[in-house]
């Protein structure tokens, strides 16, 4: 698969180096050149300078050959906005963006759009592990 | 009439200002502290320091009462979130935008948010017009009508000393002013007779503004 990722933060990061480890073509944007320093050197995916909320930046990333697009940046706002112009203007088949106010990820979802919140996943999660106790 | 401004740089507080002299009520989301401090001393309790992108946020803003909601921040990712919050949950009736990067209008318009104005666009024009070299200057897009208005120059050639009737100038653009240095502006009739350096304040279709600088050119 052609993956491109927005945002190299842990998640961003993370995601880039387990899909490269499966041979996919990987591809990760972010506007801090620094902050491809985590990603380790034997990272087989590329890493592009810019603003993946720019359409000639996507563009350049390849994203009309894209299979995926996932945008976690730390803005809600902008995953937003790229994963709208990937799945609306270049018709990724597959778009998924994370957005930690859950509101707007619940939003942003019954506009079809893959919005997940890690807020509220974590809250599920520990409201479980506390039920279970 | 309620208005909701999102962003308190320069032209929120402008468009505020206007709004509040015209006897409107407005609300500012801002959310820098500083800038909120400073909008508070300016114009009084018309800001709430937050983000304009937080339903929460808008929910205290009173966004169900809304009638107009407009996004200025320099920020087009949150001027679009805030915008599409605003039209497509709080179904607010008159959602506008700024869109600071040109190229992201059509994308707006795309998802929906079809009422922008481009940072750019109205900035630029409004220079051409000051340098007077710029033989056609947009004035206005009357987007909803498909309608501009611009602004052209009778350069020395055929058309000037030409009545309008008899001129070369594509029918369906319509000349409803001539400004002529030194005298009156008026309203031409078919039998006015232009001269070069007059010029014309023309409404026309959209897109249509490459046909018209080409009959001039002619």
Do not use: W
């Not at chain 1, 506007?31 to 720019?54: E, I, K, M, P, R």
């Not at chain 2, 107009?68 to 979130?81: G, R, S």
């Not at chain 2, 009736?93 to 707006?108: D, L």
């Not at chain 2, 056609?136 to 501009?148: Q, R, S, T």
């Amino acid at each position: 698969m052609n993956i491109i990722i927005m945002g190299c933060g842990r998640v961003g990061a993370e995601l880039a180096r387990l899909f490269a480890a499966e041979e996919h073509k990987v591809t990760i944007i972010d506007v801090d050149a620094n902050s491809f320093d985590v990603l380790l050197t034997d990272f087989g995916g590329t890493t592009l300078l810019g603003d993946a909320t720019d359409e000639e930046m996507l563009e350049k990333a390849g994203i009309t050959e894209a299979d995926a697009f996932i945008a976690v940046t730390r803005d809600d706002d902008k995953n937003g906005m790229a994963a709208q112009i990937a799945k609306q203007i270049f018709n990724v088949p597959k778009v998924i963006c994370r957005m930690y106010d859950p509101l707007q990820a619940e939003f942003f979802a019954s506009l079809g759009l893959e919005a997940i919140s890690p807020v509220l996943l974590f809250v599920q999660l520990v409201k479980e592990k506390i039920r279970d106790n | 009439m309620y208005s909701i401004i999102v962003g308190g740089g320069d032209l929120g507080r402008a468009l505020a200002r206007e709004f509040l002299a015209n006897g409107h009520e407005v609300l500012i989301i801002e959310k820098e502290a500083a800038t909120c401090e400073q909008l508070k001393d300016e114009l009084g309790s018309v800001s709430l320091c937050s983000i304009g992108s937080e339903i929460a946020a808008l929910t205290r803003a009173g966004i169900e009462r809304a009638d107009i909601f407009i996004a200025v921040t320099p920020e087009d990712d949150d001027n679009l979130a805030a915008c599409e919050i605003a039209k497509r949950k709080f179904n607010v009736n008159r959602v506008i935008s700024k869109v600071n990067n040109p190229r992201n209008e059509h994308i707006f318009a795309k998802l929906g948010i079809d009422c922008t104005v481009n940072g750019v666009g109205p900035v630029l024009e409004n220079i051409k017009i000051l340098t007077g070299i710029f033989p056609l200057v947009h004035l206005f897009n009357f987007k909803e009508k498909e309608l501009e208005l611009v602004l052209v120059k009778v350069p020395d050639g055929p058309l000037a000393d030409t009545s309008l009737k008899d001129s070369v100038l594509p029918v369906d653009a319509m000349i409803i002013l001539l400004i002529r240095q030194g005298e009156k502006s008026e309203i031409p009739t078919p039998e006015t007779v232009l001269q070069a350096g007059d010029e014309l304040v023309c409404l026309i279709p959209s897109g249509s503004a490459k046909s018209l600088q080409a009959a001039l050119a002619n």
